[in-house]
């Protein structure tokens, strides 16, 4: 293996110094874990194009309802009834404005004598869909929003303080939750729509009572696991507060996956309000949310399906781009799948 | 002395997000039958890529092999299809890893992870098999070893499991072992047993064995040869003596020299300066050279080649071309070197 | 394992007395009388249709009347909807179609969900992945109610594959419910399996497994599928409930004459102790087949069913 050795040029063999440091040089730019799990994020195209699509839903619930000509609530009982009609596209043969009537495609539009245009058609009502589909979506969101954010505060306090402080406390809260757990969640969520008037609050309440526990379950978790762990021994060693281990060591660790919990109570919240508009336990007429649209154009599949059709769409784009996001977050904010 | 495997040129890359990273950049060696070859250097050295390329057990999508061969047996083993490759694992060349407490299935009883292999290389019936298989337990060492057959690997501590990994990587009676860091995971005294149990279950069979770890220590215990692999590159190789008593590579001296040993006791311990090259971009020339305090012109250019010290002995640093300067290695090594015949240090006496 | 499944079970008696006690105050403080017609009877006629109900007793006499009925398996009876039939007889005469559609739903969605999850871990970050993870997360994603009226529309109405809301036909007509409820099972099997899966064959038993010579088939399925199957029952709960869940909406899509339906017409008419009941039955439902998956769970799992029989 030994090679020839050729003449190598004069000088070659100067012995050199090198500086040590430059040997310890950091190769790749330091990043904190937040600039790293982003880059990560932003590899996923499944949860960057959801992240678009979701902020163009939230956008559009609220300029929906402003830029459509219609109020939600307004009925025009000679407009009911019609299918959707959208200048431009309707030269294409689709969303034109013509029906099924009696056997026969005709424009129901000139039929009726309905000069205006509804973009995504009108119900039995003769409510414009549109602006109803994107106020629906506002009060949908609202819903799982404010539900989720509720449930995050409670479940990480209570899961917070049961960790943190262990011993007897932790085992009294925990006997709690152990039984709030054993009670079926949908069990508790109807009975409570029973008792109190049907509304947006109502739901609120239903989702949040016993949703908190499983953020808390969660949080308790990683405080038990990170509070025993060297870094936060060596911090109480030090002198540090409660409070200063509590904010500075417990919660960065946490907080990610608390991220991703919520990521996915969202759409769990959607569905629930769904669900239980679906069963009639909803909010009532003339307020609407995706789940009574869903209700409504359900009743009318065979007749008109697309009151039907937009709100399943949307309900179902919203739970896929918030589980993608879910997974996504999760992909990048869970160390174990570094690399 | 007949040579069982060749490992020529050998170049490997993983393809990751960050780019191609080089991890083993050029290796050689040979492994001769009945010998026991230690590969020594710190993490990300490339001496477990090394090894489990020769198995072929690296992800395909990513591992590619660049260059080179491994012969074994007239055959190249980088070029096998997985079904001939496939006959060889478990057969002729086997393997063992560095946690026992994960490499047993853990809901599969011992016994058929220990059959596993009999039955799937050899024509022999479950209960001939069944019968091998104790007699292998036996041979390791564990006690009872008809009852333990159905037990699960949980119900083992860990130096039991690491001899139940040997066991089953005897099975076959395989020509070559490869153990990697078989030794790291376990407490100093189960170490010990491990180690002596190795190298009496060497003399038994005759195979040879490939011995991978970073504790200089383990090498002196059970090794004949060494390879010191520095940055996906073999550095030096010979004999253990040659290797302990008269190194040649600055990066060996710095090994031995951080190896704490009763004499230096009162002494500082000494460390190498620096972090291991960044295997996405090699440096040029040698990449030890940054971190050397021997370092000289040339090493910043070109890349040393292999300079025979011995004829069992080579080391890839241009401390050795005959124009460079003469340096004086540290002198925890000088005095190492003094017991040594034939270096230049040598004092007399034997080692 | 005795003394932890003798914890469980107290537990679930007292989570169960819990629901039942927190039911039937709920419904005592609920707006509207139990009985539907109240306002339409003059005071007498009313105080003789609460004393055949025992509605004239004091509130701790119901109580303690409805709990020991409930030991006995006594549900109450029905005021509004089936005047005066047992609640018991009710929820068990409709278990038949809620049961049927239920298991042939969590079967079908386990096992294609399973074979979809093994699938794509073997052929990681191939287009199979990919159409694996996709079909995953839209079964996850699209609600029940919204994929039953779907095949409802496309494959009853439509193509007429399928007898649209009629219990009639046997096996034919608890195809579509079925395949509706199937899909959140599939969906959660799938993206659990392949995470799992993921997770095994990247263990150090699996890389021994190849180095004793296994192929790529032996060692899926003889070293990892088994490994990644297990944890699976922990989900099989979660399972349940969606199931439950689903049916009450499928069941009303398809007309299915199961105890969901049921539950959401007594919603309708505020039939009380058909609510009550149900819920009770549900809680004790879901409840059981928590316990029984954790216990199953203990069994199947080696390392936990030897340690656990030390104890």
């Known amino acids: 293996m030994t090679q020839n050795l050729e003449k190598l040029p004069k000088g070659s063999f100067e012995r050199i110094t090198v500086d040590a440091n430059q040997a310890e040089r950091i190769s790749k730019p330091s990043m904190s874990f937040w600039q790293d799990a982003w880059l990560r994020l932003r590899k996923n195209k499944g949860a960057i194009f959801s992240i678009i699509l979701f902020t163009l839903i939230v956008i559009m619930s609220f300029v929906g309802p402003m830029i459509s000509p219609y109020e939600p609530n307004a009925q025009t009982i000679t407009h009911a009834n019609l299918p959707p009609k959208i200048p431009v596209i309707e030269n294409l043969g689709i969303l034109d404005g013509h029906g099924n009537l009696g056997g026969k495609d005709v424009d129901i539009y000139d039929m009726k004598n309905v000069e205006v245009n509804y973009w995504f058609g009108t119900d039995g009502l003769g409510r414009d869909m549109f602006s109803r589909l994107w106020k629906g979506t506002q009060v949908s969101l609202f819903i799982a929003f404010v539900a989720a954010a509720i449930d995050m505060l409670i479940g990480v306090i209570y899961g917070g303080v049961s960790g943190y402080f262990g011993g007897r406390i932790d085992d009294f809260m925990q006997r709690i939750v152990e039984i709030l757990t054993g009670i079926p969640n949908l069990v508790v969520v109807i009975l409570f729509i029973l008792i109190m008037d049907p509304g947006i609050v109502a739901i609120i309440i239903a989702l949040t009572i016993t949703g908190w526990t499983g953020m808390s379950r969660v949080v308790r978790g990683q405080v038990l696991k990170y509070k025993s762990q060297e870094f936060v021994l060596a911090s109480r060693t030090l002198g540090a507060s409660d409070s200063r281990i509590i904010w500075k060591h417990l919660m960065p660790n946490v907080l990610g996956i608390v991220i991703i919990n919520t990521m996915f109570t969202i759409p769990s919240a959607i569905f629930f309000e769904a669900f239980l508009s679906f069963i009639g336990l909803g909010l009532q007429a003339p307020d609407a949310s995706l789940g009574t649209l869903i209700n409504d154009g359900y009743k009318l599949l065979q007749f008109q399906p697309h009151i039907l059709a937009f709100p399943a769409i949307l309900l179902s784009l919203i739970m896929i781009s918030f589980n993608l996001i879910g997974d996504g977050l999760r992909d990048a904010l869970d160390p174990k799948m570094k690399d | 002395m007949k040579k069982i495997l060749q490992v020529k040129d050998l170049e490997l890359s993983f393809n990751t997000f960050n780019g191609e990273v080089k991890a083993i950049r050029g290796v050689n060696f040979d492994l001769y039958k009945g010998e026991t070859l230690a590969i020594v250097g710190e993490s990300g050295s490339g001496k477990s890529v090394t090894t489990k390329s020769i198995m072929r057990l690296l992800p395909e999508q990513s591992a590619v092999f660049k260059n080179g061969e491994i012969l074994f047996d007239g055959r190249d083993l980088t070029k096998l299809s997985d079904k001939e490759m496939q006959k060889i694992r478990g057969k002729d060349i086997s393997m063992i890893f560095q946690d026992p407490m994960t490499s047993l299935n853990p809901t599969m009883p011992i016994g058929r992870q220990i059959t596993e292999p009999i039955l799937k290389h050899q024509k022999i019936s479950k209960s001939e098999a069944k019968k091998v298989a104790i007699d292998l337990l036996r041979l390791v060492g564990m006690p009872k070893p008809e009852l333990r057959m159905k037990q699960y690997p949980h119900q083992f501590s860990g130096g039991q499991r690491q001899r139940i990994v040997i066991a089953i990587s005897l099975a076959c009676n395989p020509q070559i072992l490869i153990a990697d860091e078989p030794t790291t995971a376990l407490d100093v005294t189960i170490q010990a047993q491990i180690l002596e149990l190795m190298k009496d279950l060497q003399k038994k069979i005759d195979t040879s064995i490939i011995f991978i770890t970073h504790d200089l220590g383990v090498v002196a215990n059970v090794a004949d040869r060494v390879a010191v692999m520095y940055g996906g590159k073999i550095v030096e190789i010979g004999t253990v003596d040659e290797i302990f008593y008269n190194p040649q590579h600055p990066y060996t001296w710095g090994l031995l020299s951080s190896m704490p040993s009763l004499d230096t006791a009162e002494s500082k311990l000494y460390a190498i300066p620096g972090t291991p090259p960044d295997l996405l971009a090699p440096p040029k020339g040698d990449a030890f050279a940054l971190r050397s305090e021997y370092a000289l012109q040339i090493d910043m250019e070109q890349n040393p080649p292999f300079f025979k010290v011995s004829d069992t002995h080579q080391a890839a640093t241009w401390l050795l071309h005959p124009d460079a300067p003469r340096v004086e290695p540290p002198l925890s090594v000088i005095e190492r070197m003094k017991k040594f015949p034939g270096s230049r240090y040598y004092e007399g006496g034997a080692v | ?311």
């Not at chain 3, 006629?45 to 004393?51: G, I, K, L, M």
């Not at chain 3, 219990?167 to 399996?193: E, Q």
């Not at chain 3, 309708?268 to 954790?294: A, E, K, Q, R």
């Open chain 3, 1 to 311: 394992m005795a003394r932890y499944i003798g914890k469980r079970l107290i537990y679930m008696v007292i989570t169960l007395a819990l629901i039942a006690t927190f039911t039937f105050f709920l419904m005592k403080i609920l707006p509207g009388s139990p009985i539907a017609s109240a306002s339409k009877l003059s005071p007498e006629q009313r105080a003789v249709v609460e004393a055949r109900y025992g509605l004239n007793e004091p509130l701790p006499v119901q109580y303690f009347d409805y709990m020991f009925g409930l030991l006995k398996g006594d549900l109450g009876i029905s005021i509004n909807q089936f005047k005066g039939a047992n609640v018991t007889d009710l929820i068990l005469s409709r278990m038949g179609p809620s049961a049927q559609i239920g298991f042939q739903g969590m079967i079908l969605g386990t096992i294609i969900g399973v074979l979809l999850g093994m699938v794509a871990a073997l052929r990681q970050n191939t287009w199979i992945d990919y159409s694996s993870t996709l079909i995953a997360i839209i079964g996850i994603s699209i609600p029940s109610f919204v994929f039953a009226t779907l095949l409802q529309y496309w494959l009853g109405v439509k193509l007429e594959w399928f007898p649209v809301a009629l219990w009639k036909d046997g096996f034919m007509s608890s195809v579509l419910p079925s395949i509706a409820l199937a899909m959140f099972p599939l969906a959660t099997a799938a993206r659990f399996i392949r995470t799992e899966m993921i997770e095994v064959l990247s263990s150090d038993y699996i890389t021994l497994a190849k180095a004793k010579g296994s192929s790529g088939f032996e060692v899926a399925f003889k070293h990892a599928f088994r490994n990644a199957l297990i944890p699976l029952v922990t989900v099989l709960g979660p399972m349940a409930v969606g199931i439950l869940t689903g049916s009450l909406v499928v069941e009303q899509v398809f007309a299915i004459p199961g105890i969901g339906e049921q539950f959401v017409k007594s919603i309708m008419v505020n039939d009380f102790s058909i609510i009550m009941g149900t819920t009770i039955f549900f809680s004790v439902f879901l409840i059981v087949v928590i316990l029984i998956v954790d216990i199953l769970y203990g069994i199947i799992d080696p390392r936990i069913r030897l340690s656990g029989g030390k104890n």
